[in-house]
C-alpha cells in the first residue's frame, strides 16, 4: 500500500499508459491527491484517490490509462 507521506509536491503524475496527466499540488488528508490546476487543459485543480496509486518513484505512477483518470477524477474549483 502506497502511503500518503510518500506524495510531494510538484511530482509527476503518470498514468499506466506513460501519459502525463498532472503535477501533485499537495495531499489532501491522507486519501486525495490534489493536482495543479496551471497543469490542467481545464485550468482547474483535480482530485485523485490514493487507491489510483500503483508505486511512487521519481514520479507518481497510476493504475489507470490516462483517459480513464480524466474522465473519473473529481474537478474542484
Given amino acids: 500500500m502506497i502511503a ?8 509527476d ?3 499506466a499508459d506513460g501519459r502525463h496527466v498532472g503535477t501533485v499540488d499537495h ?3 491522507d486519501s486525495r491527491i490534489k493536482l495543479t490546476k496551471s ?4 485550468g482547474r485543480h483535480h482530485l ?7 508505486h511512487v518513484d521519481a ?4 493504475n489507470k ?3 480513464e ?9
Avoid at 497543469?39 to 481545464?42: I, K, Q, V
Avoid at 485523485?48 to 500503483?54: A, T
Fill in 39 to 42: 497543469d490542467s487543459a481545464d
Fill in 48 to 54: 485523485i484517490p490514493l487507491d489510483w496509486v500503483d
Fill in 65 to 67: 490509462d490516462a483517459d
Fill in 59 to 62: 514520479h507518481v505512477h497510476l
Fill in 69 to 77: 483518470v480524466r474522465r473519473q477524477w473529481s474537478p474542484v474549483n
Fill in 4 to 11: 500518503a507521506n510518500q506524495i510531494r509536491e510538484h511530482m
Fill in 27 to 29: 495531499m489532501e488528508g
Fill in 13 to 15: 503524475v503518470m498514468a
